[in-house]
């Protein structure tokens, strides 16, 4: 299966035109997408009254389509209309509409409505009884289907400015929007579907984040493999009293997959470090020579986690650099560098990883978090800038590469708000990376895996959970490779 893509709302609307230009009818996209939306809602709703409350724009229209659709299969359905159809093929389909139609600020007594209001173009706040019927149905969001995006939530950012339906089913067509997988409107939107209605494929390198984007590549172990053949991966370790943070990266690595990891410790740090691990090994360093001979040759070197925001850290970071090792760079190790930034990007490459939180991201990226519409633009410039692997976390992670590429992960995890969640990722990263992944894929996967791993647990999550949890994650794509 491919990598699921993600398009912008003039790009759609570019599909849509390029549809029509060939010869099919807007009235017949109309058609399949108003009877996409309604097969959709015969599949998971038993009979019920439904209420089509319709806008005056395409939207709108392809509400008109619903409601009539349903009506022909036997279900009770009323149409409150905002404004009379505007557009022609918007006319058109109210016309073949023969049902009731109620006032739009009747009381709401169905038990299902369908929101046909706005698409996903809409560029302005909701107001009027467009936003009161929002208001009032906003507890009760597994009534709602909404048609393309829930009404008040723009296609390109997910970020309503004012008044939003809030949906527990979204029917959109041929591809996922911004809006579909960025915060809020990932939440808005509830579960999403995405309907075939017959426009043309197109390019685009961005895509939501799940196996069939890299696990084709994944490092699965043969019959062969051996412990040296399986990634050398190191984890640097902070100060005594700064030590968990590394060892939750490094187990995650060696969970992952990696044949070798190695925490590379402050002298004075060792015994605390001995004293809480087994598989994986422990080599004592106090410079940062010493740091870069003992990395000299792995295949993968974190730094960060609880390393410290100091010029030892700062160092490090560079002593790793010239060792050709990939470096995944988290927390401190990029905090670091908040003043001087360019000196970070001058030692790094397209096989690094940074994995900012938003409030890391600025210190590195001043402003373009504020300046940019949203996200997945704002860590696309990053990573160019960066010229590595920018990994944005958040509950609609983005992982940016160099050249262009973007996949933004959906299956974030609420029971991941949880200290040291981020030193578990990293150490997933760095360990499929040390196996000869690539760096874009293995922070896709990396990503995708931490969430599945958390999401399996639930409640009473803690960081140390994660690693273990991985084993079930994994089996789970080795059988459906």
Wanted: aromatic share 4%; net charge negative.
């Amino acid at each position: 299966m491919a990598a699921r893509k993600i398009h912008t709302v003039a790009e759609i609307a570019a599909a849509d035109r390029a549809a029509i230009a060939a010869g099919t009818p807007g009235q017949e996209l109309m058609e399949r997408a108003g009877a996409a939306v309604a097969d959709a809602i015969v599949e998971r709703f038993s009979l019920r009254p439904v209420a089509v409350l319709c806008g005056p724009g395409n939207n709108g229209g392809d509400g008109y389509v619903v409601a009539r659709l349903l009506k022909e299969r036997g279900w009770p359905v009323e149409v409150r209309a905002l404004a009379p159809p505007e557009t022609a093929d918007a006319k058109f389909a109210a016309a073949r509409w023969d049902g009731p139609v109620a006032p739009f600020d009747a009381p709401l007594e169905a038990r299902l409505f369908v929101d046909a209001l706005f698409g996903a173009g809409l560029s302005r706040p909701m107001n009027g009884e467009a936003a009161a019927v929002a208001s009032r149905l906003a507890d009760r969001p597994e009534s709602v289907v909404a048609i393309d995006v829930p009404s008040g939530v723009p296609g390109d950012t997910g970020r309503p400015q004012g008044a939003a339906v809030c949906a527990g089913l979204t029917v959109t067509f041929h591809a996922k929007k911004l809006a579909h997988v960025l915060e809020p409107g990932h939440s808005l939107c509830g579960e999403v579907i995405v309907a075939d209605i017959g426009l043309t494929e197109m390019a685009g390198d961005l895509v939501e984040n799940g196996p069939e984007l890299w696990l084709p590549v994944f490092p699965w172990p043969g019959p062969g493999s051996h412990k040296h053949a399986r990634g050398r991966l190191v984890v640097v370790s902070g100060e005594a009293w700064s030590t968990g943070a590394a060892r939750l990266a490094a187990r995650g690595g060696l969970r992952i997959g990696a044949g070798l990891v190695t925490l590379l410790s402050p002298s004075e740090a060792v015994a605390v470090n001995a004293a809480h691990l087994e598989a994986v090994m422990l080599r004592p360093f106090d410079t940062e020579a010493e740091l870069e001979q003992l990395a000299a040759d792995v295949d993968a070197a974190i730094i960060g986690p609880a390393a410290g925001v100091s010029e030892a850290t700062l160092m490090n970071v560079l002593a790793l650099a010239r060792t050709g090792a990939a470096l995944i760079l988290d927390a401190d190790a990029i905090t670091v560098f908040r003043d001087d930034p360019e000196e970070l990007f001058s030692v790094l490459d397209v096989d690094d990883v940074l994995t900012p939180h938003p409030g890391e991201f600025d210190r590195l990226f001043p402003g373009l978090l504020r300046d940019s519409p949203e996200r997945i633009a704002a860590a696309r410039r990053a990573a160019a800038r960066a010229d590595a692997i920018v990994l944005l976390k958040g509950p609609d992670t983005v992982i940016a590469a160099p050249d262009g590429r973007v996949a933004v992960n959906t299956n974030g995890s609420p029971w991941l708000a949880t200290a040291g969640s981020g030193d578990v990722l990293a150490g997933l990263i760095g360990g499929l990376i040390a196996q000869g992944m690539g760096s874009f894929e293995a922070a896709c996967a990396g990503a995708w895996i931490h969430a599945e791993a958390a999401d399996s647990h639930g409640p009473g999550l803690i960081a140390e959970d994660l690693p273990g949890l991985v084993p079930g994650v994994l089996r789970r794509l080795y059988d459906t490779r």
